[in-house]
């Protein structure tokens, strides 16, 4: 069964600090997604990170993808307040276009 | 407003009752996708089609719940015999074939009393 795990759960950070959240999963795959959401909202698509080695940025996020290590990151730089939200990173499983997602990071970005 | 769209957006039932939701894709995607969010869980996927083909259900669909996407444009969704388990957000998502992103809908928040 695909696991996916997303570390932090809970993040809280102050305006200008740079942080990561982590996203593992459990079965080999090598497409990774990662959406934002504001709460009582729908999910809005940040990335999508289709092979080893994929780097990609928007703004003061940037996310990887390790397939070898079933590994991503999501990196954030210089947070500021807009950027509080939930953070879910989903993994397709077995390439069926099914999306199994992580239990989310909470972000909250504070003065 | 080309996006995916749900109605209705937010519906409170009684236990027992029947339930239908409602999604209309973005034009020409011809993927669609049915997933279920608990408060403070992330979505989890329930069903999905290709074109009117229903080609995955979840073993979280149980045989209360039936979908249809009967001339492959528009979904419904619908919950017989409400039970209070069944209350969440219920997100309609669609994609292209082989572009891999999903783009989901406003959703529907179902409260059964």
């Known amino acids: 069964e695909l696991k996916v795990e997303q570390n932090p759960l809970f993040l809280s950070m102050q305006e200008g600090k740079n942080y990561t959240i982590y996203c593992n999963y459990s079965?080999?795959?090598?497409?990774l997604y990662w959406y934002r959401q504001d709460p009582g909202k729908s999910l809005e698509s940040l990335f999508v990170?289709?092979?080893?080695?994929a780097v990609k940025q928007e703004g003061r996020l940037m996310a990887s993808l390790d397939t070898k290590a079933r590994l991503s990151t999501l990196h954030i730089t210089a947070a500021v307040h807009d950027l509080s939200a939930t953070y879910f990173c989903?993994?397709?499983?077995?390439?069926?276009?099914?999306?199994?997602f992580g239990t989310g990071t909470r972000l909250q970005v504070f003065p | 407003d080309t996006g995916v769209s749900q109605d209705p957006r937010h519906k409170i039932t009684k236990r027992g009752q029947n339930v239908t939701f409602r999604c209309d894709p973005i034009?020409?995607?011809?993927?669609l996708y049915w997933y279920r969010q608990t408060l403070g869980q992330g979505p989890e996927f329930l069903t999905y089609?290709?074109?009117?083909?229903?080609?995955?259900k979840s073993r979280l669909l149980s045989d209360r719940f039936s979908a249809e996407r009967p001339k492959g444009s528009f979904s419904t969704l619908e919950i017989q015999r409400t039970e209070q388990g069944d209350s969440a957000m219920y997100l309609c998502?669609?994609?292209?074939?082989?572009?891999?992103?999903?783009?989901f809908g406003p959703g529907t928040r179902l409260t059964v009393t």
């Open positions: 998502a669609s994609s292209l074939p082989l572009r891999y992103e999903q783009y």
């Open positions: 079965t080999t795959s090598d497409r």
């Open positions: 990170l289709l092979s080893n080695g």
């Open positions: 034009s020409e995607h011809n993927r």
């Open positions: 089609f290709q074109n009117e083909a229903q080609l995955e």
């Open positions: 989903a993994v397709d499983m077995f390439s069926t276009d099914k999306l199994i």
